[in-house]
């Protein structure tokens, strides 16, 4: 098998505060190829977000990566380095923000500088990382010219779609629409073709239409740049159309992970199908009721003993009252579907219980 | 089934003003003419993109703002509400309740849970004092709440909950109308599916009528019997609920429907999507004829030319569009 681009091991990443240690992120695992999708899902507060800052030492204070590896591989050929041993200060972590891995947010309002002009805040991060993007004019076949930046911001906002780009370039913000500035940030993360991008809930704030767009253009440019994208979102419909792998995360800890037709198609977790259920669906026939999963996301320092998930689970055994282990399972009916990715934490799919209680 | 509101033709325009003697220079036409009406028992979707005046909407047949012109047509009494002063419409207001987006800024964080749902009922004294209490745990259990919960106070309790406060705030008069304005879009999947099974519960217990607004399709055509889409202060499609995502019959809508992304990655990979260009239009200067044209992929010259007008093509089927005959369009 190739070599993964980024390999997270049991990352755990803490926030203390007066009234206890909150295991935001705890004993996450998973990779993520060159040039592939992942995607994290997930209900608010299950730490999909944290996983995603952590890779880049953005964790906000007072949390901070306890324990676990982040192991970067910025050459096929290089030693991986370590992103969780890197200080969250040092200039090599800085050279890695932006250029190597960046990240888009799902507020375009709140993440552009409402008094600078859209221009400089590409060309800012073009400036930055000067090197990185003297071998990106020469594949646009632009010139080295004094004012090389604003060219490269121009073509940018070419490549994400922007009509009328030379007068963009010189607007604000505020007379963007949120669409149009999504796509400014996608511009902005782009401009130094990094080999990853992260992207927080990028279209949670968009509407259909414009979600549609956006996707799309995420697409597009993942083939024509070859980067990976690392896709955090509750949607199921944005995980089902972009992703190659996905991730279920809830309280903290990965609760499914395999190929998105192992999850749509053979979930085994009890959240994982609760959350599939639960969506209304589009096509097909309108139900009376649909199926919730009851109760609600337990507070993140009051978990209940033992998997997670066990009070609001339908399929509740006394056993669950001890944490189950991420196991690969290779179970699927059809044999196309087993692939050795499919791993999932619960005592249902743990072979010798079952046999035990049956 | 019975009426329970009719809307004619509603417009609310709001002036756009500027200079120092604060000319007025032109109008946002957010809601520009639209008819509709709910029966009885009914949930009736409203749906559309942000700023195509689905809440301008929610607004005027609340009277939280004077429409500009139209009528509304309330109640067995026929009475139009659009035309009531103030005190005339406060006998009106207890019958038709609003449930809002945000469960976090429409809660007071300063009065506990039973002052809340609470207050309506002291204010309208439609209980006497000494029943209100029980008439305030009778709500709660309604929604799923405890009868101590009363005590409490918003913040301590999830999304979802504050979700279902604000539902046991708007039953507290008995109202026959719900506008129920974005009510799950806050939510997580799971506690979304637990609200719109309360609403649909609540429907039938308390024989109410909602009209519901979303942005996303597939909750909307969960509830709801029909369901109205709207396009820059129009409404360009209005049918029944199966009828209107199996085969549209406006381009817009089509693309509404084409756009949502599926759970389903098989089914992704292989549809063929509608990508719509651009953005949508700024609604003061809305384009010529169809207002739709600009992005739509079959318009035609008359599109640009003539506004369509809201047409019956088959029984319970209105769209605004020249074309809908000779279109062969795709839902889900």
Known sequence: ?358 | MQKLLEVNDLRKHFPIRKGIFRRTVGHVKAVDGINFDVQRGETLGLVGESGCGKTTTSRCLLRLITPTAGSFIFGDEQIDLATLTPKQMRPYRRRIQMIFQDPQSSLNPRKTVGDIVGEPIRVNRTVKKANVKDKIVELLESVGLKPQDMQRYPHAFSGGQRQRIGIARALALNPELIVADEPVSALDVSVQAQILNLLTELREKYDLSYIFIAHDLSVVRHISDRVAVMYLGKIVEISDANTLYRSPQHPYTEALISAVPLPDPKIQRERELIHLEGDVPDPSKPPSGCHFHSRCRYATDICKEETPELRETEPGVRVACHLSETLELHGV
């Open chain 1, 1 to 358: 098998m190739a070599q993964p681009l980024l390999e997270v091991s049991n990352l755990k990443t803490v926030f203390p505060t007066e009234n206890g240690v909150v295991n935001a992120v705890n004993d996450v695992s998973f990779s993520i190829e060159r040039g592939k999708t992942v995607g994290i899902v997930g209900e608010s507060g299950c730490g999909k977000s944290i996983t995603g800052l952590s890779l880049l030492q953005l964790v906000p204070h007072p949390g901070r990566i306890v324990d676990g590896e982040i192991l970067f591989y910025r050459d096929e050929t290089d030693e991986p380095l370590d992103i969780a041993n890197v200080s969250q200060w040092s200039k090599l972590m800085r050279d890695i923000r932006g250029n190597e891995i960046a990240i888009i947010f799902q507020e375009p309002m709140t993440s552009l500088n409402p008094v600078y002009t859209v221009g400089d805040q590409i060309a800012e991060a073009i400036v930055l990382h000067q090197e990185q993007n003297r071998s990106l004019l020469q594949q646009f076949g632009l010139q080295t010219t004094p004012k090389w930046a604003r060219e490269l911001a121009i073509e940018m906002l070419v490549r994400v779609g922007i009509p009328a780009p030379e007068q963009r370039f010189d607007e604000y913000p505020h007379q963007l629409s949120g669409g149009m500035r999504q796509r400014v940030m996608i511009a902005i993360a782009l401009c130094c073709a990094p080999a990853l991008l992260i992207a927080d809930e990028p279209t949670t704030a968009l509407d259909v239409t414009i979600q549609a767009q956006v996707l799309a253009l995420m697409h597009e440019l993942q083939t024509e740049f070859g980067m990976a994208i690392m896709l955090i979102t509750h949607d199921l419909g944005v995980i089902a159309d972009m992703a190659d792998e996905v991730v279920v995360m809830y309280a903290g800890r990965v609760v499914e992970k395999g190929t998105v037709d192992d999850i749509f198609y053979n979930p085994l977790h009890p959240y994982t199908r609760g959350l599939l259920n639960s969506i209304p669906s589009l096509g097909g026939s309108q139900q009376d009721t649909l199926p919730s999963i009851s109760g609600t996301v337990p507070h993140p320092l009051d978990l209940p003993v033992g998997c997670s998930f066990q009070p609001r689970c339908t399929e509740r055994m006394q056993i669950c009252e001890q944490m189950p282990e991420l196991n690969v399972i290779d179970t699927a009916a059809d044999t196309d579907l087993r692939n050795g990715k499919h791993a999932v934490r619960c005592w249902l799919c743990e072979e010798d219980v079952n046999a035990e209680t049956a």
